[in-house]
Every structure is written in C-alpha cells, then in structure tokens.
C-alpha cells in the first residue's frame, strides 16, 4: 500500500520560498504508470490543484500560481518536492501530495486515490 | 479553467434515510474517445485528508461502501448517500480531472438531523 507523508516548515515568512518535501513509500515515483500531485487546502475553503510531475519527466502547473511554483523528483530518495516563491498571507493552507489512481489498460486515471496527511504551512512576519 | 459547483452548500439528513448532492461543471468531463466522465467525489471528515469514493463519475472505489452512488453525465452529476450513517457526516467535494487545472468544487456539508 503506497503511502505519502509531507514534510517542511510550519512558518514561512512573508514574500520567502515555501519548500516542502513528500516521502513516498511503498511505491515508485519512478513508476510511469503514475502522476504525482500538489494540492492545497485554506482553512475552511476548497482544495486548489497545484501542480504534478510524471517519471518521464514531464510537469504540469496551476496556471494561477505557475510563475511561483516548482516541483522536482529526488529519485534517489524516492521523494518529491514543492517550492512556492514569494508567499504571502493567502498561501497559509493545509498542503497535500497525493497521488493519482494510475494507468488503466491505456487510460490515465486521475483522480486522486492516495493522499498524505497534509501539512500547515502558516505564513506569517 | 473548469468550473465546478456544488448544491447545497449544506444538507442535514436524519440516520438512515437518503442524501443527495449535486455537483456542475462549467463544460463537459465527458471524453467521447474513452466514452467516460471524468468526475470523481470525496468524502473529507475535519482533520483529515479528502479520501476518494467515486471515479468515472460512476464507479466505486474499492473499499467504499455501496451505500455511496455516483451518476450523472456531460455537466450534471449527483453522489447518493442511500441510509445515511453516523460515520457519513463529513464535506463531499467533486472534482473534474478532464482538464489541467484540475477543480474541485466548494464542497457540502452533511450533518445528522
């Protein structure tokens, strides 16, 4: 059973670099049957798609926060990582990696099956 | 960008009995070439990750209590909560992944009657 679990600081100051890592276990981010994800939470609102990455080494962005936002792969750790430049005030959420239900036959099945626990990132002077 | 709503915004139902969401999008999930909506729902309880109940708009995960129903098509899809339990109470988000950026939907919220 693939698991994911997000790590990082809790507090980042105003127009820093948010940086967190997902550790995954279980399962290869190697694999190219799978898309893995970026996903935030404010408190009280709605989950906002950040971004994925794939093992052919293709990425995907929110066009919204696309001029900000990074992912990048350690293999060698199977991990992934987030950074979002620039923060401010409206970047505090519960942030999420997930990963997708995965190839199916010839089809890609994107919705999101496995999650990580999340984590508060508060960004606040 | 797909737009998703959902309806209502919140929904108390007494145990046992049915509940019924409803979720739109702005533009069809529906891809002719795979013949299949791509629509999913979660269930997301307070301080928990959402967790995936429905895929294709209509298949069940595994694990998911058949109770759980998803249908609909194009730009209208409904998730059925048939004899509504304790362990129900939770937010209900639809999310379409036809398009990057893939959208969620605000969400409703299911409280006992």
């Known amino acids: 059973q693939v698991q994911l679990h997000e790590s990082g600081p809790g507090l980042v100051r105003p127009s820093q670099t948010l940086s967190l890592t997902c550790t995954v276990s279980g399962g290869s981010i190697n694999s190219v049957n799978f898309y893995w994800s970026w996903i935030r939470q404010p408190a009280g609102k709605e989950l906002e798609w950040i971004g994925r990455f794939h093992a052919s080494g293709s990425t995907s962005y929110n066009p919204s926060l696309k001029s900000r936002v990074t992912i990048s792969v350690d293999t060698s750790k199977n991990q992934f990582s987030l950074k979002l430049s620039s923060v401010t005030a409206a970047d505090t959420a519960v942030y999420y990696c997930?990963?997708?239900?995965?190839?199916?036959?010839?089809?890609?099945?994107?919705?999101?099956?496995?999650w990580g626990q999340g984590t508060l990132v508060t960004v606040s002077s | 960008d797909i737009v998703m709503t959902q309806s209502p915004d919140s929904q108390a139902v007494s145990l046992g009995e049915r509940a019924t969401f409803n979720c739109k999008s702005s533009q069809s999930v529906f891809y002719s070439s795979t013949n299949k909506d791509y629509l999913a729902w979660y269930q997301q309880k307070p301080g928990q990750p959402p967790k995936l109940l429905i895929y294709?708009?209509?298949t069940r995960e595994s694990g998911v209590p058949d109770r759980f129903s998803g249908s609909g098509s194009g730009t209208d899809f409904t998730l059925t909560i048939n004899s509504l339990q304790a362990e129900d109470v939770a937010v209900y988000y639809c999310?379409?992944?036809?398009?990057?950026?893939?959208?969620f939907g605000p969400g409703t919220k299911v409280d006992i009657k």
């Open positions: 999310q379409q992944y036809y398009s990057t950026p893939f959208t």
């Open positions: 997930a990963r997708d239900r995965g190839i199916s036959g010839d089809v890609y099945e994107e919705s999101f099956q496995h």
């Open positions: 294709w708009a209509s």
